[in-house]
């Protein structure tokens, strides 16, 4: 981020250059599994990077943040559904509705300050479970089945695997380049500054809670489009995405790869959902060792796998 | 400049501020001038951060008003009482230990700058903005310290630090509470020296426990005990107070240094 060359940036180039080659890969190898799982991987890292957003740089911890996933997903799916099968309808509906909801979100819990923040964040992405359970017109508990993927008036094929994939990679560098910008801006030092010291920033004359509210619109907003993509993705959307242990596994991920990191989110996906994905190959309690794992990061590399990095290059 | 002029900087009234059973603040009335040194002294749970505390937002009065600069500011949040030019320093030292010295003060110097609503430049190389950081920086000996991050800062340049992020807000008044809290006595006499030289150009309202710093600094003092005020005369009439020396000071200390 700061241009200088050290063990972090290092490996956070050389992670994109591979993500970048991964279809090339593929299409030698012939191993089509992989493509597929890392289209998986690069679409969480987006929902993860947003939620970084928020947790690592603004300090609030919400723990409702797979509701955004859902609303993204289901906006896709319903539209598809009525017979809106346009992309530039359905995944600018679904930024829309994502901002919304988190605009309600936020402006009634960031009242609200640490457990009582993470609980009500939980509760509203708890009541959108609940709420999407019960649309029996697009599947209710079942889920819904996106038979059609998002078109884009022949510009680019999301049935493609390769070009979707690319097209999840974008919106990732995309997602990242945004909120590089949003950090180092007046608006993402003021955010960073009611993170460190609320009262101090508000007494040199910032209004904490307005930055605060945009800040968590913002990375609602980048969520919904992962979600969008994640319904394009499964051609399938259901209200287990938004269930409180997806909301988890995007915390685990953020923290794992290193709060207020710009690649931590992005590394921190790839580790756990490829430790999640080789686990179950061999058991069935993946969380049993994902679990201790999780417990020795957050006990002895404070700033995830990221901050490891970055120590190495003091010795 | 004792007798109090028509129209004051601040002007609090009968402020009432009570914390379960024990009144901080009892019917407190009193006014600063524009242009003066004002130090507020009294025993140890007088009520003086408090007092700063619902004069700048921190806290809310139970009940009486308080005026700045002509205007009702008593039910102002405190960013708004900031916007209007008052600025504090606090007594534990309040600032972004995660952010290099410049950009704390640099933060300040952008809250005054029109909204942050600014989502793509980098707020790092705006110019202007740095550089009334950096002046203010150097204003209180802090020039060469500038990239260090807070929490690697001494003490006595955290209390520095703190006064530079008062000072980048511009402020028409401005609230120390206890700034040579902590410091040595080398690091007390810069702060001291400072001070002189601040109060030249803004209205100061000091709250403090060094005397010595007090009676060669202040142009008024007002004594606080128990949330009310005692007494609110220049400096000489303040050492020979009958009622101070013994509330405050004890009968047999002089007023001259007490810790």
Known sequence: MTGKLNVSNAVAA???AALMLL??????????FILTLF?????????????NLIMGYGGMMSFGHAAYLGIGGYAVGILAAEGIGSGFIQWPVALAVSALFALLIGALSLRTRGVYFIMITLAFAQMAYYIASALSRYGGDDGLTVYKRSDFAGLINLSDRNQFYYLCLACLFGGLYLIWRIVNSRFGLVVQGVRSNE???????FH?????????????TICGL????????????????????????????VILGGMGSLFGPVIGAIVYLLLEELLSQFTEYSGLILGPVLLLIVLFARGGIMGLLGRMRRG | MVEPLPNPLLRVDNLVRRFGGITATDNLSMEVVPGELHAIIGPNGAGKTTLISQLTGQVMPNSGTIRFAGRDVTNLPSYKRSRLGLA??????SLLKDFSAIDNVALAAQAHDGHSFRFWGNARKERHLRESARAALERVGLGRRADIVVSQLSHGEQRELELAVALATRPQLLLLDEPMAGLGVTESARMVALLKELRKEVTIVLVEHDMEAVFALADRITVLVYGRV?????????????????????EQHAVTRHG
């Open chain 1, 39 to 51: 289209t998986r991987i690069v679409i969480f890292a987006l929902a993860a990077a947003s939620l």
């Open chain 1, 23 to 32: 279809p090339l890969y593929s299409a030698v190898t012939g191993n089509i």
């Open chain 1, 199 to 205: 009262q101090r920033m508000q007494a040199i004359g």
């Open chain 2, 230 to 250: 005692i007494a609110c005369d220049v400096p000489d009439a303040i050492r020979k107070h009958e009622e101070v020396k013994r509330a405050y000071l004890g």
């Open chain 1, 208 to 220: 904490a809670n307005r930055y605060r509210l945009v800040c968590f619109v913002i990375s609602g």
């Open chain 2, 88 to 93: 504090r320093s606090f007594q534990i030292t």
């Open chain 1, 226 to 253: 992962a979600g969008a993509l994640l319904a394009n993705n499964t051609d399938f959307v259901s209200p287990a995405v938004m269930y409180w242990t997806r909301s988890g596994d995007l915390m685990v991920m």
């Open chain 1, 14 to 16: 050389l992670m994109c």
